[in-house]
């Protein structure tokens, strides 16, 4: 059963660029949420997705913006990259259709932002 | 809003040592609480997790948290740690009434010497 799945692992950028990152959720799960983790900090919510829609939003700006396909895949795009973007981007994928509660989380990819 | 404080940024302990590590919560209602462990360059990995019932919860790798709802607490405990056990650790609250959201705690760094 594999787990959840993120591309690429590492990713390096410029200033202004844009930048897509992927997420597999785990074998039958619905839902999939985005955080950032900067570094020696706790894991922060960007937002999260079910049935294609964003469902809640944390408190990050409109370059942030996110795309669920219906094989519930997501993406996490970020636009006009700053440098304090530089972060390891974990996404967690849960059931909600399963009254699931638990999110279970991939390896992260890490956004260098040059 | 909920949140989580961990005091205790690092945390140094002998191999074979007990290990406590501490969590308190701020949630008006009834939250979800988890522990994640990880390891550096990794993802997060799931300990342990409290919904209802038994306050003392059983994890992964030999580690149980109690919660105290009077002191807003969910302490996690290993009795006799092993050098692997060297990793940071979040604990995290969560809610059904915000779909789950988690909030996470800045982490707590431990190092295991021999």
């Known amino acids: 059963d594999a787990g959840v799945t993120q591309s690429p692992t590492h990713l390096i950028k410029t200033r202004g660029q844009q930048v897509t990152l992927r997420c597999s959720p785990k074998?039958?799960?619905?839902?999939v949420s985005w955080y950032q983790q900067a570094l020696g900090q706790g894991p922060q919510f960007i937002f999260q997705?079910?049935?294609?829609?964003?469902?809640q939003r944390g408190n990050f700006p409109d370059r942030f913006s996110g795309h669920q396909f219906p094989n519930y895949s997501s993406e996490l795009n970020v636009n006009a990259l700053l440098l304090g973007d530089s972060a390891l981007y974990l996404c967690?994928?849960?059931?909600?259709?399963?009254?699931?509660?638990?999110?279970?989380f991939g390896p992260g990819t890490r956004l260098l932002v040059l | 809003a909920q949140s989580v404080t961990q005091p205790d940024i690092h945390i140094t302990v002998s191999e074979g040592a007990s290990l406590e590590l501490r969590c308190n919560y701020s949630y008006g209602a009834t939250p979800y609480l988890f522990w994640y462990v990880q390891s550096p360059g990794q993802g997060l990995q799931l300990l342990l997790k409290?919904?209802?019932?038994?306050?003392l919860v059983q994890g992964i790798k030999g580690f149980e948290a109690e919660f105290k709802r009077s002191q807003s607490s969910f302490n996690l405990r290993k009795p006799s740690v092993h050098w692997s056990d060297a990793a940071e650790y979040f604990c995290a609250v969560g809610a059904r009434t915000n779909d789950y959201k988690l909030s996470f705690g800045a982490g707590t760094t431990v190092t295991v010497r021999a």
């Open positions: 409290y919904f209802s019932g038994d306050t």
């Open positions: 997705y079910y049935e294609e829609e964003e469902r």
């Open positions: 074998s039958g799960h619905d839902t």
């Open positions: 967690a994928s849960s059931s909600y259709r399963d009254n699931q509660e638990t999110q279970y």
